[in-house]
């Protein structure tokens, strides 16, 4: 298995607080992989590092053979590492296609001399992004509701919706963070089967950090467990409920 | 038979559109440590809050010494004989330790606030050395001992700590727990929510399981301690999330991931 996202010894301090300890795990290519652990663990603050979406002390990280601990958000997401929010951003007052539309990028008529001089390539820009964000809106099972408001949907369809935006960027690792906070249980099997369906067709890598271990269980292959700010272990969904020290972690110890 | 001291039936209660608290049952006697324990956003704090009159109850009801307080004012319950003590923000940290005790004694008539006092810093010799440094100045745990002390002061019979043992070193964590141990033996009752399960289950004369909202299990603390079910309440078992679930069907176009 080839390693599409490598962690080396991360860090991350605020004041005296060591929130990521000199963490280090892969992620590997074509994987769902869960990045779990009690609260204070550090994931969100790892989870945002490797966004790039707050800057690390010291390590190293490395997608697809490239340093990206250096690189700013904007060009870690063009680099292929897209990152959703617990709360969904979605934009109320539009409708869920333009949503999904506002997420396509590279567009000639971005500029005004791109509108005037190639109007056919901002035409055929403009279906072929059309194109696309219906594919996904099917992809994702909110093709029915593509005129709605984007406000009008719940919370689980936002997550939904949020999925199919960051796809627009075709993006090779999916960062989600806590993609079951806030879905009504009945929405959680069809969000779950979603990401499995992105996973099958398109290849994605998935990373999720995620409370809901059931969720976690079932969805990953792999589960990055940590504690105290470093990784505790790495293993199977089997593995790492086997582990006395994943037990401890989570329910302390009666010592 | 004289009624629980405090009996939690059925309660409701959330924020926003959300409904954390499900429908929870709860029963702490006189003279016992209760701990409520359950993985993250099982309600636990919310429950307590709810308890307390931090947040109003949307359902069920909260009888303290056999009388209705659901639904009743903070305050109104300090004076009845519950207080609680939060998990942050409990100490005034620019006021001296003997100043946090008197700002919690004011509910007491005037007269009885100083001897209460004394006896608090007799419960805490620790404090009684350090009682006019400023409570900011203090060590995390010794911090957690003027927040009890606070609450003590205002004599109560029910006691609420939500996580105790938050942000605190092991040594602390110590600390604290040896004290609760000894105001048991004041004859006064002990709730509290904690997330490190073991810790207060080893404690506990009575532990509840919580589980999105509701009661999952319930039992003496040592019990439960070695129940392999709570562990699996934790780290996600053998239950699938399609359990959990109203609905099964597969989403629009798509087949079920297999």
Do not use: C
């Not at chain 2, 060590?139 to 009890?148: D, F, I, P």
């Amino acid at each position: 298995m080839n390693a599409i996202l490598e962690v080396e010894d991360v860090v991350r301090t605020f004041g005296a607080v060591r929130a990521v300890d000199g963490a280090t795990f892969v992620v590997e290519e074509h994987s769902v992989t869960g990045l779990i652990g009690p609260n204070g663990a550090g994931k969100s603050t790892l989870f945002a590092t490797i966004a790039g979406s707050l800057k690390l002390t010291s390590g190293r990280i490395v997608f697809d053979g490239r340093r990206i601990d250096r690189t700013p958000e904007y060009r870690v997401a063009r680099a292929g590492v897209v990152r959703t929010y617990q709360a969904a951003r979605v934009l109320t007052r539009m409708s869920v296609l333009d949503n999904v539309l506002l997420a396509s990028t590279g567009h000639s008529g971005e500029s005004l001399l791109g509108v005037v001089l190639r109007p056919r390539g901002w035409r055929n820009h403009e279906q072929r992004a059309r194109a696309r964000a219906f594919e996904l809106l099917a992809l994702v099972g909110l093709d029915a509701h593509r005129h709605a408001y984007a406000g009008t949907l719940s919370g689980g369809q936002r997550k939904l919706l949020d999925l199919a935006r960051v796809l627009m960027l075709e993006p090779s690792l999916v960062l989600l963070d806590e993609p079951m906070a806030g879905v009504a249980p009945a929405l959680r099997v069809e969000l779950l089967e979603h990401i499995l369906a992105v996973r099958r067709d398109r290849g994605i890598t998935f990373l999720i950090v995620e409370h809901d271990l059931d969720f976690v269980m079932q969805a990953a292959d792999r589960v990055v467990v940590m504690n105290e700010g470093r990784v505790l272990t790495v293993g199977t969904p089997a593995e790492v409920r086997a582990n006395e020290q994943v037990v401890d972690a989570y329910l302390g110890t009666a010592h | 038979m004289s009624p629980p001291l405090l009996e939690v039936a059925g309660l409701e209660a959330g924020y926003d559109d959300a409904l954390i608290v499900r429908g929870a049952d709860l029963v702490a006697e006189r003279e016992q440590i209760v701990a409520i324990v359950g993985p993250n956003g099982a309600g636990k704090s919310t429950l307590l809050k709810a308890i307390y009159g931090l947040i109003r109850p949307r359902g069920g009801s909260v009888r303290f010494e056999g009388e209705d307080v659901t639904g009743s004012r903070p305050d109104r319950l300090t004076k009845r004989g519950m207080n609680l003590v939060p998990q942050t923000e409990n100490v005034f940290p620019t006021l001296t330790v003997a100043e946090n005790l008197h700002v919690g004694s004011i509910v007491l008539p005037r007269a009885e606030r100083e001897a209460e006092i004394a006896r608090i810093f007799q419960l805490f010799p620790l404090l009684a050395d350090r009682r006019r440094q400023r409570a900011g100045s203090l060590s995390g745990g010794q911090r957690k001992l003027v927040a009890l002390g606070r609450a003590l002061v205002t004599r109560p019979r029910l006691l609420l700590l939500d996580e105790p043992s938050a942000g605190l070193s092991p040594i602390a964590i110590d600390l604290v727990f040896e004290k609760l141990v000894e105001i048991r033996s004041l004859g006064i009752a002990v709730v509290m929510v904690e997330q490190n399960a073991r810790r207060a289950l080893a404690l506990a004369d009575v532990g509840y399981v919580l589980d999105t909202g509701r009661n999952a299990y319930t039992g003496p603390g040592r019990q439960l301690l070695d129940d392999p079910r709570v562990v699996e309440l934790y780290l996600g078992g053998s239950s699938t999330i399609a359990s959990s679930s109203t609905s099964t069907s597969t989403p629009s176009g798509m087949n079920p991931a297999t």
